[in-house]
Every structure is written in structure tokens, then in C-alpha cells.
Nanobody
């Protein structure tokens, strides 16, 4: 089994920054991808950023230039640096790890951006 523990959410003013962390433990072998989704009430969960095994990254258009995803392979941890935050970034952020055909999710961390 794989466990994911997230941290770093909170309340920040518009224009501010937060860094989310997500540490994976357990049977963490052959990671294909690690990433983040987010969800607001009444909306579907949407992908935010992903970092692939070889290191390639991808972002949803709305966060390009503001968010940066990175990974510490030695710690099996993925980070999401969020700068220039906007009120519309307010959501519960979920990290995930994809190992072969299985996807494991974190418990979610709330990010609230005040205007």
C-alpha cells in the first residue's frame, strides 16, 4: 500500500505564496507520475500540475507562470510552489502518485486566497 501525507495549505492574501508538500510512503516503487489536482464545492476535481518519472512537467493553463511543481526523489515527495495566488485558486488541493496502473490520493489540504 501507499500512503500520502500532504501539508502546507492555509489562508493567504491575493498575491501571496504557499508551498504544498506531499510525502509518499509504503510500497513506493516505479513511480510513473506525481501531481496535484484541486476541487471547489460544486465543481469537478481538475488537474493542476504533474511531474512525470523522467522529470517532465505539465500545468493547467490557469496556473502557468505562477505555480511550479518539483520532486525530491530521495524523499518520494512532490511540492507545489504557488506564487501570485488569486482568489480563484481557492480549493482543496489533492496530491496523487501513479505507480504502474494504480493511482493513490492524499487526503487533501485547503488553500484559501482572500481578496
Amino acid at each position: 500500500q501507499v500512503q500520502l501525507v500532504e501539508s502546507g495549505g492555509g489562508l493567504v492574501q491575493a498575491g501571496g505564496s504557499l508551498r504544498l508538500s506531499c510525502a509518499a510512503s509504503g510500497s513506493v516503487f516505479s513511480i510513473n507520475a506525481m501531481g496535484w489536482h484541486r476541487q471547489t464545492p460544486g465543481k469537478q476535481r481538475e488537474p493542476v500540475a504533474v511531474i512525470l518519472g523522467p522529470g517532465g512537467t505539465s500545468y493547467v493553463d490557469s496556473v502557468k507562470g505562477r505555480f511550479t511543481i518539483s520532486r525530491d526523489n530521495g524523499k518520494n515527495t512532490v511540492y507545489l510552489q504557488m506564487n501570485m495566488l488569486k482568489p480563484e485558486d481557492t480549493a482543496v488541493y489533492y496530491c496523487y502518485v501513479r505507480i504502474r496502473t494504480n493511482t493513490y490520493w492524499g487526503q487533501g489540504t485547503q488553500v484559501t486566497v482572500s481578496s
